[in-house]
């Protein structure tokens, strides 16, 4: 697949012109190309209380799934294939520790990230991942 990182830079940073930030005024917004093509889009939502603060990624997951088709038309939900995640001033933002697991389980370990350096698999940014299978493999019979 074919990724076109200046548009997706280009969509975080229209979604990032729609945040919510009156404490910390860092505007962030995210982009998410999925593996059927669409592209979705996430912004950070502030709350005064800080700790209920929605990172942009967030945003991004939530609309993918908001936007996919619904299981019963046949079809999971797309996996996201690439996600750039930018400041309002359009410059790269690496998810935190926190969005990197969130991701994780909406792309896997191969969704791509853009980065200052380039593009990086995820895999790179969140070793040692926790996921999915950890939980089936650790459950209490």
């Known amino acids: 697949m074919e990724i076109d990182w200046p548009a997706l830079r280009a969509a975080a ?10 404490y910390s005024r860092l505007r962030v917004g ?8 669409r592209v979705v889009t996430g912004c950070n939502v502030e709350n005064a ?11 991004l997951v939530s609309a993918l799934h ?7 038309a046949g079809g999971g939900v797309p996996a996201l294939a690439a996600v750039a995640v930018v400041a309002g001033d359009g410059a790269p933002l690496l998810p935190c520790g926190r969005c990197r697991q969130l991701l ?17 698999p995820l895999a790179g940014l969140l070793p040692a991942a926790f ?6 493999a650790r459950r209490e019979p």
């Open 13 to 22: 940073t229209d979604a990032a012109s729609r945040a919510y930030a009156p």
């Open 66 to 72: 908001a936007t996919s088709p619904a299981p019963s």
């Open 104 to 120: 994780l389980e909406a792309g896997g370990p191969a969704l791509l990230v853009d980065t200052a350096a380039g593009p990086a």
């Open 49 to 59: 209380s800080f700790g209920l603060t929605l990172c942009a990624e967030c945003g």
């Open 131 to 136: 996921g999915g299978a950890d939980l089936s």
């Open 30 to 37: 995210a982009a998410g190309l999925t593996g059927d093509g």
